[in-house]
């Protein structure tokens, strides 16, 4: 199916099963695809982030499940010492990886070791990149933006509800209001 991705600034972007089948102007994509989805979106449309915190935020950190919240709080617990056996580790993960996506993140860098981690991110769609160390305290929002997008490339991106990558970094990545993941929608913003 074809889905045009219209941000409110900037080109939209056609996507055709999991690639980028057009990018330009939405008048001209939409005159050019009249059959295809069309989703609008506030702000601009970006390749996504790579955040470089994969293994400290994903196996390292315990993203507490809701039901938790008043007892643990809303955010990664980054503590070492907080017991985590391996069905916690793997729903953790998954909670992780659903956060990360809220944030415009589509890959992390960085080895990940543990097995209900590494299920959780191959699942997710979320790629793995080679990383090394980092420093600095790891964050949800953190990261890089992936090389542009371009036609026949993965259709593989983040809508943030900025007007550009100024303010994208002024505001912080939980501006995201989507996230699509080689041609599936895997974040909406409520």
Known sequence: ???IHA???GDAVVV???LVAAIGPYEELAAAYPRARV???PGVLLPGLVNPYGPELLEQAYHPDPREADELGAEPLLDPAFPVDEARRGASARRGVQRM???GVVAVAGELRSRPVVEAVRRS???VLPGSARSGTPSLGAGALLPPLRVGGPATFAVFDVRDEVELAERGAATCVATVLDGRLVYRAR
């Open 1 to 3: 199916m074809l889905t």
């Open 7 to 9: 941000p409110a600034v």
């Open 16 to 18: 055709e099963g999991a």
């Open 39 to 41: 989703r609008q979106w």
């Open 101 to 103: 996506l809220a944030h």
């Open 125 to 127: 769609g979320v790629s």
